[in-house]
């Protein structure tokens, strides 16, 4: 079946602009996951979803950052007033949200570059 | 100190070789995941354990609760296994999240 995608694969965009980061997950999977992976490192936690809730957003880096999961399915990935920094692969995942510790089923990223 | 260290950071073997990576933690786990993330950024997720070991092919995962440590082991390595290994743990405080340790690049050499 269809594993995790995301879109676009990649963005190029200018410091100061909205953009949006759309993650389609593995139909069924309740839990959702936004992860941030820049060069050289290891991806760090953003933002977990149990079905349309956001259950735990302790990673977002400050206010410009927001995500919403309005009918527990896709979600999107919202960054305002980009800056140079934000630049990085952003990862989406999902689980089917049953255990404590599900597999978690990684999309392919999306690159975004701020220039 | 990170939470999650990983080591060596980069690996080269000859195919055939066994390869070790290694993983420790500093915090009480529920899991610890290894996954592999071929360039271009896709990851695969190869295990979750929370004891003892795992086999998969020619991967096998262990883990040492008490000594917070984990291997991941690649016997009779190929080429086509070049990829970064990224051990993962899921905190018992807070199982919504992964955390992440850096990475290690290994390149498999004919």
């Known amino acids: 079946g269809a594993g995790v995608s995301q879109t676009p694969s990649n963005k190029v965009t200018e410091k100061g602009k909205y953009v949006e980061l759309r993650c389609d997950p593995i139909?069924?999977?309740?839990?959702l996951y936004w992860y941030r992976q820049s060069l050289g490192q290891g991806p760090e936690f953003l933002i977990y979803f149990q079905g349309t809730g956001a259950a735990d957003d302790s990673g977002l880096p400050n206010d410009r950052f927001f995500a919403v999961r309005p009918e527990g399915s896709v979600s999107t990935l919202k960054i305002q007033r980009t800056e140079r920094g934000d630049s990085a692969v952003y990862l989406c995942a999902s689980s089917l949200g049953l255990a404590e510790a599900d597999t978690q089923y990684f999309g392919p990223g999306t690159r975004l570059t701020v220039l | 100190k990170n939470e999650v260290e990983q080591s060596p950071q980069n690996l080269t073997a000859q195919e055939g070789e066994f390869i070790t990576i290694n993983c420790s933690y500093s915090?009480?786990?529920?899991?610890l995941h290894w996954l592999q993330q071929h360039p271009g950024g896709g990851i695969v997720s190869l295990f979750m354990?929370?004891?003892g070991k795992k086999k998969h092919g020619r991967l096998i995962a262990t883990i040492n609760i008490q000594e917070k440590h984990s291997s991941l082991h690649i016997t009779a390595s190929h080429p086509r296994d070049s990829a970064v290994y990224i051990c993962a743990a899921t905190p018992r405080s807070n199982t919504d999240k992964l955390i992440f340790g850096t990475g290690t690049r290994l390149q498999v050499f004919p």
């Open positions: 139909s069924g999977h309740t839990a």
């Open positions: 915090v009480g786990i529920s899991a």
């Open positions: 354990l929370s004891s």
